[in-house]
């Protein structure tokens, strides 16, 4: 799982200080009993899950919780996690070990100060399953690519060649977008802006911002809902 699109690293002295600071923070807590707010936030295909945790123990630098069941199903799948914890002036990026579903309770290590810039958004951005069709077209050339993430304001797409598209030119999105309840896809061509190309796993992954206009953005707002609604019904069955 590519978590870049979800954080940056946030380094204040050096990776190994900041996280001797963290470790010293957790056994403090715990130490002087302090009552301080601690959540775990995950993104499970894009939909973002934070619940509060309560924090155990810290042996070693290894910090066990307990947390909510179905976050735990995540962190079992993804094996990491965010802490947002009051005591500490930024977010915790932590790699999630030993997770037990049925207890609710997981073993978190490897802590890193991070910004979650998932929650800069002002929508979800939300994965596509399966993956439909696109066609980017920019002075009269087109490229053809798989629809992998959508949201109200953006989507990326994976190239089926390598992108020769400048990072900032504005193109026509051709997409195909579900309706999930109908079990159709619907055609949608819209303005964007491409913000950034990625390297994944020898793909292009271009990254738009868009433009819709108001119908196009009552059709991507039903299908934002009825995945989301079905991203939280797969949590449910696999809790």
């Given at each position: 799982?590519?978590?870049?699109?979800?954080?940056?690293?946030?380094?204040?002295?050096?990776?190994?200080?900041?996280?001797?600071?963290?470790?010293?923070?957790?056994?403090?807590?715990?130490?002087?009993?302090?009552?301080?707010s601690?959540?775990?936030?995950n993104?499970?295909?894009?939909?973002?899950?934070?619940?509060?945790a309560?924090?155990?123990?810290?042996?070693?630098?290894?910090?066990?919780?307990?947390?909510?069941?179905?976050?735990?199903?995540?962190?079992e799948?993804?094996?990491?996690?965010f802490?947002?914890?009051?005591?500490?002036?930024?977010?915790?990026?932590?790699?999630?070990?030993n997770?037990?579903?049925?207890?609710?309770?997981?073993?978190?290590?490897t802590?890193?100060?991070?910004?979650?810039?998932?929650?800069?958004?002002?929508?979800?951005?939300?994965?596509?399953?399966?993956?439909?069709?696109?066609?980017?077209?920019?002075?009269?050339?087109?490229?053809?690519?798989?629809?992998?993430?959508?949201?109200?304001?953006?989507?990326?797409?994976r190239?089926?060649?390598?992108?020769?598209i400048?990072?900032?030119?504005?193109?026509?999105l051709?997409?195909?977008?579900?309706?999930?309840?109908?079990?159709?896809v619907n055609?949608?061509?819209?303005?964007?802006?491409?913000?950034?190309?990625?390297d994944?796993?020898?793909?292009?992954?271009?990254?738009?911002?868009?433009?819709?206009?108001?119908?196009?953005?009552?059709?991507?707002?039903?299908?934002?809902?009825?995945?989301?609604?079905?991203?939280?019904?797969e949590?449910?069955?696999?809790?």
């Amino acid at each position: 799982m590519d978590l870049s699109r979800y954080y940056r690293t946030n380094v204040k002295k050096s990776i190994d200080e900041d996280r001797a600071v963290i470790v010293a923070g957790f056994q403090d807590i715990l130490k002087r009993g302090l009552r301080v707010s601690c959540k775990l936030v995950n993104y499970y295909k894009g939909l973002p899950l934070s619940y509060p945790a309560t924090i155990v123990e810290i042996d070693r630098g290894i910090l066990e919780v307990d947390v909510h069941k179905q976050q735990a199903v995540v962190m079992e799948k993804n094996r990491y996690t965010f802490i947002k914890c009051d005591y500490f002036d930024s977010p915790i990026m932590a790699k999630a070990q030993n997770v037990n579903v049925a207890n609710m309770m997981a073993s978190l290590h490897t802590f890193t100060f991070v910004q979650i810039m998932a929650e800069s958004r002002n929508s979800l951005r939300l994965e596509l399953e399966p993956q439909t069709e696109t066609v980017l077209k920019w002075q009269g050339a087109s490229l053809d690519a798989k629809l992998i993430e959508l949201s109200l304001g953006g989507c990326s797409a994976r190239a089926q060649e390598r992108c020769q598209i400048p990072i900032g030119e504005e193109i026509s999105l051709k997409l195909m977008v579900p309706n999930l309840l109908q079990n159709t896809v619907n055609p949608l061509n819209t303005a964007a802006k491409l913000m950034a190309v990625t390297d994944e796993d020898g793909w292009d992954i271009c990254r738009f911002s868009l433009a819709p206009d108001p119908q196009a953005e009552a059709l991507l707002s039903r299908y934002i809902f009825q995945r989301q609604v079905e991203i939280i019904r797969e949590l449910k069955e696999l809790a």
